[in-house]
């Protein structure tokens, strides 16, 4: 930062003497930065103008990923910062394959002496260390995608963000029940054998969050549908996915989904010839038969509201979650070769009453728990069912502390509230019909 502010010191001398003793340094609004990012042919543009273009010039925007370019989930990341920046002409550098431990601090503090004014880093765990940097970096915005601790730590220089993708997932189940019911109608298997497999990362909310909305926007329209679900403790392991969807499909998954990042279970799909729902992006032109739609969240909304923000010296909110409406939630086109017939139109009934509030993907009337099951039991203290199962009351741990503690009332006339109270997910229940086969949570 000691080298940017140099820059900026530099830059306002040079266009004192230029602008005759105009020393104006105010940040550019929005529709000044617009503009500064357009070469001009007027050779009397006055100072103001020569000052946002020279601030627009020396905007420097860093990002931190935890892989690279092979990984479904870090490639969506990549894309939305190169259009982000392209779009609004600022300079942005880029580390890969930065792990969640010390190494994230080194990246964030180096791309700080670098000049970036604004720096983003993509996974769970590289929380604490860009909040370390955070700390040390008062001058420089760090933005932390899928974190929980932003609206806790209380700095005025870190912020969380996340978008309300069990929307797309419940959409992209939505899709998933359509071709179980296509399969039961041709003969393929009873309905009653409508069962689906999802390759988890984790036991994170995250990931509970997301295979629950996809089983049920699956059993919305398919309602025998049941699930297995199987984690690989990694991210990124192509390995341990494919061999987690072939163990799912020789329990006899007829479909399978996930939430990792790798190739690993969509290919072993397409060898198997079992139908898939991928997530982060499309996977057709490696699985053309089988891939049918997928479900990921767009970051070009957030990375371009955030480096506005920096540009016009706005506040950046702790909390920013992204929705269907801000173009942060978005699916691929069908894959009308492997899809059900009439999927795109049932996607776009289902985003409509969505948008509308008509439905909610947790409505607590479309599911039912149980508090003595071995993964909720440590939560019987939160929550409250009625005779037949449906959730009434729950306080979840929306807040941060090392030890779960129910702090936050979520269920909201009659829906549990994910995202509302805070942009990472927060649904971590264990609901029925879905089964987990090798870990409790």
């Given at each position: 930062?000691?080298?940017?502010?140099?820059?900026?010191?530099?830059?306002?001398?040079?266009?004192?003497?230029?602008?005759?003793?105009?020393?104006?340094?105010?940040?550019?609004?929005?529709?000044?930065?617009?503009?500064?990012?357009?070469?001009?042919?007027?050779?009397?543009?006055?100072?103001?103008?020569?000052?946002?273009?020279?601030?627009?010039?020396?905007?420097?925007?860093?990002?931190?990923?935890?892989?690279?370019?092979?990984?479904?989930?870090?490639?969506?990341?990549?894309?939305?910062?190169k259009e982000a920046c392209e779009t609004l002409g600022v300079e942005s550098v880029?580390?890969?394959?930065?792990?969640?431990d010390q190494s994230c601090y080194e990246a964030a503090a180096e791309l700080a002496?670098?000049?970036?004014?604004?720096?983003?880093?993509?996974?769970?765990?590289?929380?604490?260390?860009?909040?370390?940097?955070?700390?040390?970096?008062?001058?420089?915005?760090?933005?932390?995608?899928?974190?929980?601790?932003?609206?806790?730590?209380?700095?005025?220089?870190?912020?969380?963000?996340?978008?309300?993708?069990?929307?797309?997932?419940?959409?992209?189940?939505?899709?998933?029940?359509?071709?179980?019911?296509?399969?039961?109608?041709?003969?393929?298997?009873?309905?009653?054998?409508?069962?689906?497999?999802?390759?988890?990362?984790?036991?994170?909310?995250?990931?509970?969050?997301?295979?629950?909305?996809?089983?049920?926007?699956?059993?919305?329209?398919?309602?025998?549908?049941?699930?297995?679900?199987?984690?690989?403790?990694?991210?990124?392991?192509?390995?341990?996915?494919?061999?987690?969807?072939?163990?799912?499909?020789?329990?006899?998954?007829?479909?399978v989904s996930q939430h990792a990042d790798s190739m690993g279970a969509p290919t072993?799909?397409?060898?198997?010839?079992?139908?898939?729902?991928?997530?982060?992006?499309?996977?057709?032109?490696?699985?053309?038969?089988?891939?049918?739609?997928?479900?990921?969240?767009?970051?070009?909304?957030?990375?371009?509201?955030?480096?506005?923000?920096?540009?016009?010296?706005?506040?950046?909110?702790?909390?920013?979650?992204?929705?269907?409406?801000?173009?942060?939630?978005?699916?691929?086109?069908?894959?009308?070769?492997?899809?059900?017939?009439?999927?795109?139109?049932?996607?776009?009934?289902?985003?409509?009453?969505?948008?509308?509030?008509?439905?909610?993907?947790?409505?607590?009337?479309?599911?039912?728990?149980?508090?003595?099951?071995?993964?909720?039991?440590?939560?019987?203290?939160?929550?409250?069912?009625?005779?037949?199962?449906?959730?009434?009351?729950?306080?979840?741990?929306?807040?941060?502390?090392?030890?779960?503690?129910?702090?936050?009332?979520?269920?909201?006339?009659?829906?549990?509230?994910?995202?509302?109270?805070?942009?990472?997910?927060?649904?971590?229940?264990?609901?029925?019909?879905?089964?987990?086969?090798?870990?409790?949570?």
């Amino acid at each position: 930062m000691k080298k940017f502010v140099a820059l900026l010191l530099a830059l306002a001398m040079v266009f004192a003497l230029c602008a005759c003793g105009n020393s104006n340094s105010a940040a550019p609004k929005q529709d000044d930065a617009a503009e500064s990012s357009q070469p001009s042919d007027n050779a009397s543009d006055n100072a103001s103008e020569n000052q946002s273009a020279a601030d627009l010039s020396a905007l420097k925007v860093g990002f931190i990923f935890l892989h690279d370019e092979n990984s479904t989930y870090d490639l969506n990341f990549m894309n939305a910062a190169k259009e982000a920046c392209e779009t609004l002409g600022v300079e942005s550098v880029f580390k890969t394959n930065i792990p969640e431990d010390q190494s994230c601090y080194e990246a964030a503090a180096e791309l700080a002496d670098a000049g970036c004014n604004i720096v983003f880093a993509d996974s769970f765990g590289h929380e604490d260390y860009i909040i370390q940097a955070a700390k040390e970096f008062p001058e420089v915005q760090f933005c932390h995608s899928t974190g929980t601790k932003a609206h806790t730590e209380g700095l005025d220089n870190y912020h969380n963000a996340f978008a309300s993708i069990y929307e797309g997932r419940y959409l992209a189940g939505v899709a998933a029940g359509l071709k179980l019911n296509e399969m039961i109608d041709n003969g393929d298997f009873a309905a009653e054998d409508a069962k689906i497999g999802y390759v988890g990362a984790f036991t994170y909310a995250e990931v509970v969050s997301g295979y629950t909305s996809f089983f049920l926007g699956a059993r919305s329209v398919c309602p025998t549908a049941t699930m297995e679900v199987t984690f690989t403790g990694s991210w990124y392991d192509e390995t341990a996915e494919k061999e987690a969807a072939n163990k799912l499909i020789a329990n006899g998954c007829k479909l399978v989904s996930q939430h990792a990042d790798s190739m690993g279970a969509p290919t072993a799909c397409e060898t198997a010839g079992v139908p898939n729902v991928s997530y982060n992006g499309s996977t057709i032109s490696a699985c053309p038969n089988t891939f049918i739609v997928s479900s990921r969240i767009d970051w070009a909304p957030y990375y371009e509201y955030a480096i506005k923000a920096v540009m016009d010296g706005t506040e950046i909110p702790a909390d920013w979650t992204g929705t269907l409406a801000t173009g942060s939630v978005v699916l691929t086109d069908v894959n009308e070769t492997a899809a059900a017939a009439g999927t795109a139109e049932a996607i776009a009934a289902a985003t409509e009453k969505l948008e509308k509030g008509e439905i909610h993907v947790f409505d607590c009337a479309n599911f039912t728990t149980k508090v003595d099951d071995k993964v909720n039991t440590f939560k019987a203290d939160y929550l409250k069912l009625d005779e037949a199962g449906h959730i009434t009351s729950y306080m979840a741990d929306v807040d941060t502390d090392a030890a779960y503690t129910g702090d936050t009332e979520v269920i909201k006339d009659g829906y549990f509230a994910e995202s509302e109270f805070r942009s990472a997910p927060y649904f971590d229940l264990q609901i029925d019909g879905i089964n987990l086969l090798d870990t409790a949570m």
